[in-house]
């Protein structure tokens, strides 16, 4: 298996619906169709239990992120969803939190209701991500 580091727009990326932390949530169910996966409803189901389960604690990570930009520390883990068709969407593999904390803090200031200085603005645009390669079998053991 490989890996290749790629900077792109959080509009590509696709939280997981069925993320392993949500077996746990009260009321999950899977999305049994991969196909099904960046459909705008399921996209928003898998960002609403993100921020509404404590346990995730989306807030103070947007917090952290609108008063520090986005550091990349931790890489965001993704694989190539859509093969053959452009724009490019990747699965979020790992950091599904912090790619939803974006995206919220994007949606948010586009909708008005916060204002994201120029300079952490800057850090959210496009971020760094690990593209996972390799088999299906291989990606699957990542």
């Given at each position: 298996?490989q890996?290749?580091?790629?900077?792109?727009?959080?509009?590509?990326?696709?939280?997981?619906p069925?993320?392993?932390?949500?077996?746990?949530?009260?009321?999950?169910?899977?999305?049994?169709?991969?196909?099904?996966?960046?459909?705008?409803?399921?996209?928003?189901?898998?960002?609403?239990?993100?921020?509404?389960?404590?346990?995730?604690?989306?807030?103070?990570?947007?917090?952290?992120?609108?008063?520090?930009?986005?550091?990349?520390?931790?890489?965001?883990?993704?694989?190539?969803f859509?093969?053959?068709?452009?724009?490019?969407?990747?699965?979020?593999?790992?950091?599904?939190?912090?790619?939803?904390?974006?995206?919220?803090?994007?949606?948010?200031?586009?909708?008005?209701?916060?204002?994201?200085?120029?300079?952490?603005?800057a850090?959210?645009?496009?971020?760094?991500?690990?593209?996972?390669?390799?088999?299906?079998?291989?990606?699957?053991?990542?």
């Amino acid at each position: 298996m490989q890996v290749n580091p790629l900077t792109i727009s959080p509009e590509q990326l696709l939280l997981d619906p069925n993320n392993y932390r949500f077996l746990d949530v009260d009321g999950y169910k899977a999305v049994t169709q991969r196909a099904r996966y960046p459909e705008p409803g399921v996209q928003e189901r898998a960002l609403q239990i993100l921020q509404t389960n404590g346990s995730f604690e989306l807030s103070s990570l947007r917090d952290s992120i609108l008063s520090n930009g986005f550091v990349p520390f931790e890489q965001i883990v993704v694989e190539r969803f859509n093969e053959a068709s452009e724009p490019a969407l990747y699965l979020v593999v790992e950091g599904n939190r912090r790619t939803a904390a974006i995206k919220t803090l994007l949606r948010d200031h586009r909708a008005g209701a916060v204002t994201i200085p120029a300079e952490v603005m800057a850090t959210l645009e496009n971020v760094p991500v690990v593209e996972i390669l390799g088999t299906e079998n291989e990606r699957r053991r990542y």
